[in-house]
């Protein structure tokens, strides 16, 4: 076995060319498995997170942000919104047959965030009603929100005195929040007494957000959860129903829509994945196939100088191996220089939640795609293995 | 005095600098200013990775002409600077708040490639030349 791992890399060595297209070719097969098998984890990752931070059977806002898709907007991009309603409508849907909770939300987008030319999502909750933002805001503040305080998501850089003014109305960032890979990782969150503080200053600075209602008995949204023993499609119905001017959308019919892209999405790049690998392994075949036609004779005089049928076949195995290999380490390594650091803009041109794998999850995939590449390399050169085992050295010899 | 090789690797570097420096001054620039015209930080942490992508490019020319020894002193020069430029965005000069930001989703992940292929670069050329002198 020794004998044959020398000779196959100084056969590699010396034909610098050849070894060169191989090892290309099983990078760009690695490159585009790694690739987009990260890229599918991640957009699996980010329904599944999406799915638990929505967190309420139904969502209700008013008409015109429905129609404008200004909430799902907010949820996936990050995109800041701002619609408001009168608190009678979130009193009315606290009525309806079937409503256990209901949670009210206040949206504000800041004018700057201190360092940037774009406006954040601030979102307002009231901490005694709320069952959707405080769950996962405990995984990482224990405490109560005081007036003034703020938890930002974890795609936003926290200042290193800690404070944010949004409004003239400075606020202390008491946690940042777990990555989620929603558009709700650049929001920040605060309680309803200090957004609406901030209401009242944006009012005063000039930014008339709220023309006919009163900001302090106004909601942006209403987020329901169903009692035991209730449909949410007929509790949705009656709330669309019984108060009007407001839109209920159930949560699954919004995952699903969401789901729906992103398996579109996944089903492409499963599909183009695919089609690289089977046309990498035809090409590497085709290539083995040259390589031991062309090398015949050396394969005959390996022959006559004593060399097995067996060690013939390991000898081309183990070429196509190392280069398949070396090729495999090359694409993963170029895999994972482009999906790690670009995943915030890939994340941005999907438009759909992403969330990356951790670091145990992404090099389970990086091992498999190293496998599944060499795998590709060892099938492609079986076949022309096989058939240089088989040849008559004498005849080929001969034929000169 | 015989004239220097030029090698295959050697072409690398003056390419991978020049795109570089282009990049960071075009294709992947940080975010413009804001409305009232002042810059934010990713501005000038802009400018000082065009200011070492600019002395790497000028690394890089000089490698073309001078002999092995000084070579090597070069690719130690080259690993130096693209860490430099390396941690400039977002470590040694702060960026954006949000990063969703032009700052955060380009300039800093294509600095951060192009940094680590030049830096990688020249650590294969230092090596190949360390045993070639063996």
Redo the contacts between chains.
Sequence with gaps: MKLERTLALKNLRRKPARTAALVLLSAFLALSVFGGSVVVASLRNGLKSYEARLGADIVAVPYQARTKGTFESILLQ?IPGMFYMDEQYYNKICTIEGVEAAAPQFYLAST???????P?QIIGFDPEKDFTVQPWIRESFALSLGDGDIIVG????V?KDGILTFYDTPCRIVAQLGKTGTGL??AVYTNMATIKTMMRNAESLGFHYLTDTDPDHAVSSVMIRVANGYDVEAVTGDINVHVRHVEASAAAAMLSSVAGGLKSVSGVIGILVAAIWVLAVVILAIAFAMISHERAKEFAVLRCLGASRRMLCRLLLTEAAFAAFCGAVLGVAAGA??VF??G??I??ALELPYLMPSALPAAALALGSLLLSALAGALSAAVSAWRVSRSDAGLLLREG | MNKPKIKALDIVFPVLSLVFLVGILTVFQPCGPREDGSWMSCHWAGRAVAGAAGAMLLLSVLRLVVRAGAKQGLDLALIALAALALALPGHLIGLCMMHDMRCHTLTAPCTAVLSCLMAAAAAVDLLLSLRKGK
């Excluded at chain 1, 700057?112 to 774009?118: E, I, K, L, P, T």
């Excluded at chain 1, 974890?154 to 850089?157: G, V």
């Design positions: 990050g700057s965030a201190g360092c940037c030319s774009v954040v974890s795609e936003l850089t200042p990782d650049t220089l482009i650091p670009f915030n803009a994340s941005t």
